[in-house]
């Protein structure tokens, strides 16, 4: 992935999750997944974790946070 600003980062991996919303990964699938080195793909996640976009389940893997629309559509 080319060089983007942190912010930008954070944007374009939310995106990646909102095209995907079963997307279920560890931090390590998503460095690879997203091209990213371990340390700058932790920061993003964690982000979206600190803004509630994402959660991380016991299972160590970061999932889209579930919304009403999602858990009255299963």
């Known amino acids: 992935m ?9 944007q374009v991996i939310r995106e ?9 990964v560890t931090a390590g699938e998503a ?3 997203f091209g990213l080195d ?3 793909c932790e920061r ?3 982000e979206l974790l600190r ?5 991380l389940g016991v299972d160590a893997r970061y999932r889209q946070t579930p919304t009403e629309c999602t858990v009255g559509s299963r």
């Open 2 to 10: 080319q060089m983007l600003s942190f912010r930008k980062l954070v």
């Open 31 to 33: 460095a690879r997944f």
């Open 51 to 55: 803004v509630g976009f994402l959660v």
């Open 16 to 24: 990646e999750f909102e095209d995907a919303p079963d997307l279920t």
């Open 38 to 40: 371990r340390p700058t």
């Open 44 to 46: 993003v996640l964690t």
